[in-house]
């Protein structure tokens, strides 16, 4: 199989596309036939060496965590899946910028019969990201104000959408042009960060996602309504300092969060609910080959992706 390969920690300049032997599913998985497979930052942070320890990778290795296609093979003790079978989730370990794929059946669900190949590989980790975001850290409810600083983004474009499932008023913070796709999400405002700072807003906001992100507590504080939270994307001594920090008085109940992403099946099933509920639709903005996977890298990295970036092997 061809699949991209990162041969060194570092720049693009260590992806190289070669041959592989196909992977073999074990017990509880499955071999799957890619279809599709999205960009995330976390990819670009593994090819830099940021988190290997955490993932236990060293190279060579392949990238890609958000999967769609066929179920080509199964392992032993999968119950869920045959061979055929379309489907879309997340891998347990990076792999699925190739032609071929192992992933565990737990983590895969069947593809949205509303959505392509590259829509439904769009959806695992920035959907997840953005549904725990709101649900977990956030705890937002219906007739909160919601803020999302880098809406435009591939989380930010599908926390637009949930937030508005969930009731929320929404204001989101990107460049001009995307004023109009995030109106077309949802969002009830839009504010151009070249033109206003959403920080000098006093009181404004229930819940800030600093999706970017570019921000900080101490920054934002002031913009949150007593009672209120601001999370980041980013995890940290920092945020955890202010974990802690505001439990003083003078923040007034205010909270300070980090996304910690935990892939659940559950979460991946509510994602597809709204799916094939009409009330949630994948932004792809551009998809790039497997040759092109260098691009694709860069483009992700750049910070100025509309929505997802996806790979078609």
């Not at 995330?40 to 296609?69: H, I, Q, S």
């Not at 004023?179 to 077309?184: C, I, M």
């Amino acid at each position: 199989m061809r699949a991209a390969v990162t041969e060194a920690f570092g720049g693009v300049d260590r992806i190289v596309v070669r041959e592989l032997p196909k992977p073999v599913p074990a017990a509880g998985e499955v071999l799957l036939r890619v279809r599709a497979a999205s960009m995330n930052p976390l990819d670009c942070k593994l090819r830099e060496g940021t988190y290997r320890l955490l993932f236990r990778v060293k190279p060579p290795f392949v990238l890609g965590f958000d999967v769609a296609g066929e179920v080509e093979a199964a392992g032993p003790g999968v119950t869920r899946l045959r061979p055929g079978d379309a489907v879309f989730g997340e891998l347990q370990r990076p792999g699925s910028h190739a032609e071929y794929a192992v992933a565990g059946e737990e983590l895969l669900l069947p593809k949205p019969t509303r959505l392509s190949f590259e829509e439904a590989a769009a959806v695992p980790a920035a959907g997840m990201s953005a549904l725990q975001l709101l649900r977990h850290d956030a705890r937002l409810r219906a007739g909160q104000r919601v803020l999302l600083n880098g809406a435009g983004g591939g989380i930010g474009s599908f926390a637009i959408q949930l937030a508005k499932v969930r009731g929320a008023t929404v204001t989101a913070v990107a460049s001009a042009h995307n004023q109009e796709l995030l109106r077309g999400l949802g969002a009830d405002e839009c504010l151009d960060y070249t033109r206003e700072d959403f920080a000098r807003r006093e009181s404004a906001f229930d819940t800030i996602l600093d999706l970017v992100p570019n921000r900080s507590f101490p920054a934002c504080w002031r913009a949150l309504a007593p009672g209120g939270t601001y999370v980041t994307t980013l995890p940290g001594p920092g945020p955890l300092f202010w974990r802690m920090v505001t439990a003083l008085p003078v923040f007034g109940g205010r909270r300070c969060r980090a996304l910690m992403l935990v892939p659940r099946r559950s979460d991946l099933e509510e994602l597809a609910q709204h799916v094939e509920g009409g009330r949630l639709h994948p932004v792809v903005s551009e998809i790039f080959g497997l040759d092109a996977i260098r691009d694709a890298h860069l483009r992700m990295q750049s910070g100025h992706a509309r929505g997802k970036i996806v790979v078609r092997p």
